[in-house]
Nanobody, 117 residues
Framework: HVQLVESGGGSVQAGGSLRLSCAVSRYTFTDGCLGWFLQAPGKEREGVAALNIDGKTTYADSVKGRFTISQDSAKNTLYLQMNNLKPEDTAMYYC????????????WGQGTQVTVS
């Protein structure tokens, strides 16, 4: 079955950086998007960044200019580089394989916690 396994979360001070990784197995990325979502305590899960099959990237306004989504196809790994982190970025971060829209999630990872103080 398809597996998405996130890593790279942790605790960091405001202004710091983290790089999240998502190892994707048994999934062929031939359509739709790969994306990152976050879920803060008591809030709905929301899309943060997406990468489509053509390499186009989109970002939530709250992270534009600070976060970068990328992919290493050879390693079947999705990344989220997070710079200039803010306390409000504190959340569980999930990677996902989706259809054309982030609302059409096909597969979720288990999540990795990011805490910014």
């Amino acid at each position: 079955h398809v597996q998405l396994v996130e890593s790279g979360g942790g605790s960091v001070q405001a202004g710091g950086s983290l790089r999240l990784s998502c190892a994707v197995s048994r999934y062929t990325f031939t359509d739709g998007c790969l994306g990152w979502f976050l879920q803060a305590p008591g809030k709905e899960r929301e899309g943060v960044a997406a990468l489509n099959i053509d390499g186009k990237t989109t970002y939530a306004d709250s992270v534009k200019g600070r976060f970068t989504i990328s992919q290493d196809s050879a390693k079947n790994t999705l990344y989220l580089q997070m710079n200039n982190l803010k306390p409000e970025d504190t959340a569980m971060y999930y990677c996902a394989a989706t259809g054309a829209h982030l609302s059409d999630v096909r597969h979720w990872g288990q999540g990795t916690q990011v805490t910014v103080s």
